[in-house]
């Protein structure tokens, strides 16, 4: 078995590459629960009026058990730290305890849950004890007439009575009030109320005068899988504004160029083989030797693992949805949000093809879909969207089934045809296959980010798959 394991790392564990980064560019992510730490004295007052929010999450974590004396007094940054570990610990996505060392040598433990609504934990050193509060995804916080700063509630929407705005809301938000006390008849009130986002900005006036944006034209790229060296690595459904694994090796700064975005994303579809068409790290390494050992036959039915795996394609929607309720919470934040609605153009490949279904499934009412961009897309006759939500939808791919050897096919996700893509419209949706002549074709060059340029070099620019907006 640790033979088998090692052949498939030799032969797949290039298959994509892992943690890079290539530029210095501003970059965001996206979660659905928010991170709040701060220290209170026994009044209830935030000491310094120092509130942290180190990150956006999609795990609930929270204290495990009642704390020792000495757990009690752990830093906070030794419990922003431990926490943010623990969710990138993913030796074991399904571990829900940990128990995390800090650098003071203190023992700290964490219960982990997934993220399935938008919300927010509150931790809180109180009178030298760590507490936790599990609450609403608006924070409201009052600054009372000495300037003592204190939590007061949490709320799904956006209320200030000063400036007349009372609206649901999915974003992550503090609201401020700041109270004053009249020295005449000592009647207190609030003097001035501010709406904060979580990346520290003030948009107290967006709500106040609830601008109609202009709708965007927004690019998502979706991932599949990142190699068998992060198997157990699986999505933790973040959005971010840059390739953050380097997944697309400059592939999508191409496409960037051609579709000339207003705002592009990336999410993350990248799941176990278990989820595959394969199934299992074996059940790979025995496709991979059999095309191996048969090159020429024209027999890919019986070599290349093509059955469909249901269940591993919607586990891999369900995460998708997770991705797409973080991007509700994004971008339907202000009254005025979805009037009009942006229009959203989606490139994915292999596994990130089921990931962007369940992300679609989620979205869809929200936005306008444009463009659908399948690149070798994994299992993509298991299920297949409402192609009628967009304009245009083009599978670009090796041909399955023509007649053309094995040696010639796509290995790692074998293709076929999208479910449901040949009753659509042939002016602006179909198939496109892998050119005779290409000559980089093979189990994994067919499927690989960087032998699959023949997309760009290939199509004429008059033809209605050519890749653009």
């Known amino acids: 078995m640790r033979f088998l394991f090692l052949f498939i790392i030799v032969v ?9 980064q290539r530029n210095n560019t501003p970059k965001r992510t996206i979660g659905l629960t ?5 220290e209170e004295d026994s009044m209830g007052i935030i000491r310094n009026g120092a509130i942290e929010k180190p990150y ?4 609930n974590v929270i204290i495990g058990r ?21 969710v990138e610990d993913n030796s074991n996505r399904q571990r829900r305890s940990r128990n995390f060392k800090s650098n003071d040598s203190i023992t700290f433990p964490f219960f982990r849950t997934p ?6 934990i509150l931790y809180i050193h109180y009178n030298g004890k760590w507490i936790f ?5 608006v924070i409201y916080f009052e600054y009372d007439e000495n300037n003592h700063l204190r939590f007061k509630s949490a709320k799904d929407s956006i209320t200030l009575p000063t400036i007349g705005v009372n609206i649901p809301t999915h974003g992550q938000y503090t609201v401020f009030s700041y109270w004053s006390k009249d020295p005449t008849t000592g009647q207190r009130s609030i003097t001035k109320q501010e709406i904060w986002n979580y990346a520290g900005e003030n948009v107290t006036q967006l709500f106040a005068s609830s601008p109609i944006p202009e709708p965007q034209r927004i690019l998502v790229f979706s991932n599949g899988y990142r190699g068998v060296t992060k198997n157990w690595d699986p999505t933790d459904n973040l959005i971010t504004s840059f390739d953050r694994y380097w997944y697309w090796q400059s592939f999508d700064d191409t496409i960037l160029a051609r579709f000339k975005p207003d705002e592009k994303w990336y999410i993350n579809g990248s799941m176990g083989v278990s989820t595959s068409t394969h199934r299992s790290m074996g059940g790979f390494g025995i496709s991979y030797l059999a095309a191996k050992c048969f090159p020429w036959t024209k027999k890919s039915k019986i070599l290349l693992n093509q059955k469909e795996n249901v269940m591993g394609f919607e586990k891999r929607k369900e995460e998708g949805r997770i991705a797409g309720k973080a991007f509700i919470q994004q971008r339907n934040t202000l009254p005025s949000a979805n009037n009009p609605k942006d229009t959203l153009d989606i490139v994915c490949h292999s596994m990130g093809y089921a990931y962007a279904l369940g992300f679609i499934e989620e979205v869809k009412s929200y936005v306008v879909f ?5 690149i070798s897309p994994e299992g993509a006759c298991t299920d297949n969207p409402d192609w ?7 599978q670009y791919g090796s041909a399955f089934n023509d007649g053309s050897p094995v040696k010639e096919q796509d290995g790692v996700a074998p293709q076929c045809l999208a479910k449901g893509l040949d009753r659509c419209d042939p002016c602006c949706f179909g198939k496109i296959n892998t050119p005779k002549d290409w000559p980089l074709k093979g189990f994994r060059d067919s499927h690989e980010m960087p032998q699959i340029k023949w997309i760009f070099e290939s199509i004429p620019n008059d033809s209605p798959a050519y890749i653009r907006r």
Request: glycine share 8%; proline share 2%; aromatic share 18%.
């Open 66 to 86: 009642e704390l020792s004396t000495k757990e009690q007094q752990t830093k906070t940054k030794h419990v922003i730290r431990g926490i943010a570990d623990f």
């Open 388 to 394: 009628t939500l967009f304009k245009s939808a083009w």
């Open 133 to 137: 509060k599990v609450r609403k995804n």
């Open 34 to 38: 928010s991170y709040y730490f701060w």
């Open 56 to 59: 956006l999450q999609n795990f």
């Open 115 to 120: 993220s399935t609504e938008t919300g927010s």
């Open 12 to 20: 797949f564990g290039g298959f994509l590459p892992v943690n890079a």
């Open 370 to 374: 444009g463009r659908f961009v399948l």
